[in-house]
Each structure stands twice: as structure tokens, then as C-alpha cells.
């Protein structure tokens, strides 16, 4: 009798551990969740940045480009007077 008493307080000990894990368990998988939401916009704002600096580029190259017309300009002028 004493074995099947300690047996069954065994397993309500182990059901009682299985109870406070379940809890965890899910609120571990909906930090995860919001992780993997967080890393994602992370993802996206980095992919957008990196759009906004290719097109600061291309930008600044046009500028440059405009810059080296008008001085080539500017040196003709200049030689014709």
C-alpha cells in the first residue's frame, strides 16, 4: 500500500511540475512569436535604408556629374574671354 501511496504522490508531483511548465511553454512561444514579428521589421526598415542610400547615391554621382558639366562650362567661358 505504501508503494502505490508514494507512487501516486510521485505523479501528482510530476503532474504539478507538468502545470507549471505549460504555462511557460506558451508564453515562451508567443515571446518567440514577437521576436521573429520584431526581427522581421528590422529586416524591412534595414532593406529600406539601404534603398534610401542607393538612391543618395545615384543622386550625389548626377550631382557630381552636373558639377564637373558646369565647371567644364564655366573654364570655356572663361577661356573665350
Do not use: Y
Not at 508531483?13 to 507538468?18: C, S
Not at 524591412?44 to 564637373?68: C, F, K, P, R
Amino acid at each position: 500500500m505504501q508503494i502505490s501511496t508514494n507512487t501516486t504522490e510521485k505523479f501528482k508531483a510530476i503532474m504539478e511540475g507538468f502545470q507549471d511548465i505549460v504555462p511557460r511553454m506558451e508564453e515562451v512561444a508567443l515571446i518567440s512569436g514577437q521576436i521573429s514579428q520584431n526581427i522581421e521589421a528590422v529586416n524591412s526598415t534595414s532593406n529600406q535604408l539601404l534603398v534610401i542610400a542607393s538612391e543618395n547615391a545615384s543622386v550625389a554621382d548626377e550631382m557630381a556629374g552636373a558639377t564637373q558639366e558646369q565647371l567644364a562650362s564655366m573654364e570655356e567661358i572663361k577661356l573665350q574671354q
